[in-house]
Each structure stands twice: as C-alpha cells, then as structure tokens.
C-alpha cells in the first residue's frame, strides 16, 4: 500500500522552489513565478499606485530573486515573507527614483494596521495580528500614524519631517518613543 503524504502547505512549497531556484533551475523559477507573482504584484501596486510602474517594479523583483535565489536564510523567516519585502523595497526604490515619496498618508484604520502585521499574510484576525493593532491603537495618534508611515509605507524620516513640518530629529525621536511602546506592549 502506498504511504499517505500530505499535501504541502503554500509555504512550503515557495520555500522549496526558493531552494532550487537557488540552483538554478528555471523550471522551479516559472513555478515560483506563477505562485507568488499576484501577491507580489498587489503589494508593488498598492505602493506604487501606478500599474505601469508596478509592472517595471515586479520585473526587477524576479530578477533579483533570480539573482540572489541563493542569499534566503529560512533559519531568518518564510520565503513567502523574504519575498514580499524585495517587492516592498524595490517598490519603495522605484518612487524614489522618479522623486516622489510613498502616496498617501496612513489612517491608522484597522484593515491597514492588519497589513502593517505582516504585508505578506491574509488578513485572517490571527492572534498575532490582533495584538499589533491593539498596540498600534494604544498609541497616541501622531506616534501610530509615524510609525505605519515608516516602517509599513517606507517613507523617510525627511519625507515625514517634510510633510509634518517638523524636523527631522524630532521625528526620530517620536518614531523611537513610539517603538519603544510598541515593543513594551508586544511584550506585555
């Protein structure tokens, strides 16, 4: 009788195309491109928003998964999450190029503060997921929408400073205070 296997979970599965990916097998690479190219796609759309740059930005994405396939540590995190964040800078890389700073301006609502949690996960109310927004709404207003506007939306200090008009030290010192919070409550 034939043993039973069960079936790969997604993640798994990207981590091994990752793996052999990293050896060069270009199967595995069309394989890996067909798996995650729309999330990662949404994630370079939903900073750039422009398609046509988002498009540019998920060419350069793969190949540099192409080229550096072999720098994935899994020991360090999910390749699903390694992945999303070449998409993440390389989308950040591209504004920045044309002169422009990330879009928008954070609202601290709760959808956003979800994907703040982790950018590469649905949004499925995980345990994890609730504590960052619990924490991120304890949080005084100006210290949440600093910190969801550098760490998830990637805007620089100066960008912030610019746009508050505040300066930019004074700016690194509320982001510092707000992730010091941020942490003690995680921690909690």
């Not at 072999?70 to 002169?99: H, M, T, Y």
């Not at 301006?105 to 649905?122: F, K, L, Q, Y």
Request: aromatic letters at 6%.
């Amino acid at each position: 009788m034939p043993e039973k296997r069960e079936p790969m979970s997604a993640e798994r599965e990207i981590d091994d195309l990752l793996k052999t990916t990293a050896k060069g097998d270009r199967a595995a690479f069309r394989l890996l491109y067909d798996r995650v190219s729309p999330k990662l796609f949404g994630i370079a759309l939903k900073i750039c928003r422009d398609r046509a740059l988002a498009e540019d930005v998920l060419q350069e994405v793969f190949t540099d998964i192409w080229r550096n396939a072999r720098r994935f540590d899994p020991k360090r995190g999910e390749a699903g999450a390694w992945l999303a964040v070449i998409a993440r800078n390389r989308s950040v890389e591209a504004l920045r190029r044309q002169g422009r700073g990330i879009m928008g301006r954070a609202t601290g609502n709760d959808v956003e503060m979800a994907h703040a949690a982790d950018p590469s996960a649905p949004i499925d109310g995980g345990i994890d997921t609730l504590t960052l927004i619990d924490c991120l709404n304890r949080l005084d207003q100006r210290q949440r929408e600093l910190i969801l506007r550098a760490y998830y939306r990637g805007e620089s200090r100066e960008e912030l400073s610019r746009s508050i008009d505040t300066p930019v030290n004074t700016v690194k010192t509320w982001l510092r205070r707000g992730l010091i919070a941020l942490k003690t409550c995680l921690d909690e």
